[in-house]
């Protein structure tokens, strides 16, 4: 079993910044891929940004330029910088986690925009 622990999330102005930060623990094993999906009230859950163990990345369209996506493997966390925040970012963030042995949820993290 892996746990994750989401901490970061606020109410922020737009055009203000937010740190999300996902801690793991558990049979994470070496290699996997975490990410943050987000799911905003009536919508689907929808991909944030992805990171590989090596440090490779990916992000949605919506938050490229905006955000950054890293990892720390030795501690087993990963953190979300997201800057230039617009009211459509509110959603309450998830941190995930996929290695061989499946995928994993934290219990998530409200991030609400102002305008």
């Known amino acids: 079993q892996v746990q994750l622990t989401e901490s970061g999330g606020g109410l922020v102005q737009a055009g203000g910044s937010l740190r999300l930060s996902c801690a793991a623990s558990g049979n994470i094993f070496n290699i996997n891929l975490m990410g943050w999906y987000r799911q905003a009230p009536g919508k689907q859950r929808e991909l944030v940004a992805v990171i590989s163990t090596g440090g490779i990345t990916n992000y949605a369209d919506s938050v490229k330029g905006r955000s950054t996506i890293s990892r720390d493997n030795a501690k087993n966390t990963m953190s979300l910088q997201m800057n230039s925040l617009k009211p459509d970012d509110t959603a309450v963030y998830y941190c995930?986690?996929?290695?061989?042995?499946?995928?994993?949820w934290g219990q998530g993290t409200q991030v609400t925009v102002s305008s």
């Open positions: 995930n986690l996929r290695n061989g042995h499946g995928g994993y």
